[in-house]
């Protein structure tokens, strides 16, 4: 069974920076072959997706209201990607999920493959 493990949330103040890590802690599954990225579900409203980068690891998505603010990243190596967020913003809580699918087209929640469990980001004076 494949597991994607989210770490890194917390609580930080406008302004600040979190880096997310999504580790695939599954033996014999290799995110090498996978697109991968994060969605985020704030209180109250929907799922949506953030960011995705690709198999190549070119050109990565990012949705429009994190652009020039956060950067994906994979280490193929440690088997693992991430999510710099920095200039982070009250609008950016909610609980971030880790997903894979084969490709970033369509990413959006009916087609993931697989989902972490989440990890909470908190942006408060």
């Known amino acids: 069974q494949v597991q994607l493990v989210e770490s890194g949330g917390g609580l930080v103040q406008p302004g600040g920076s979190l880096r997310l890590s999504c580790a695939a802690s599954s033996s014999g599954f290799t995110l090498d072959y996978w697109a991968i990225g994060w969605f985020r579900q704030a209180l109250g409203k929907e799922r949506e997706g953030v960011t995705c980068i690709s198999i190549s690891d070119s050109s990565p998505y990012y949705t429009d209201s994190v652009k020039g603010r956060f950067t994906i990243s994979r280490d193929k190596a440690k088997n693992t990607v991430y999510l710099q967020m920095n200039n982070l913003k009250p609008e950016d809580t909610a609980l971030y999920y880790c997903?894979?699918?084969?490709?970033?087209?369509?990413?959006?929640?009916?087609?993931?493959?697989?989902w972490g469990r989440g990890t909470q980001v908190t942006v408060s004076s």
């Open positions: 997903a894979t699918k084969d490709t970033c087209s369509n990413w959006y929640t009916p087609f993931i493959e697989y």
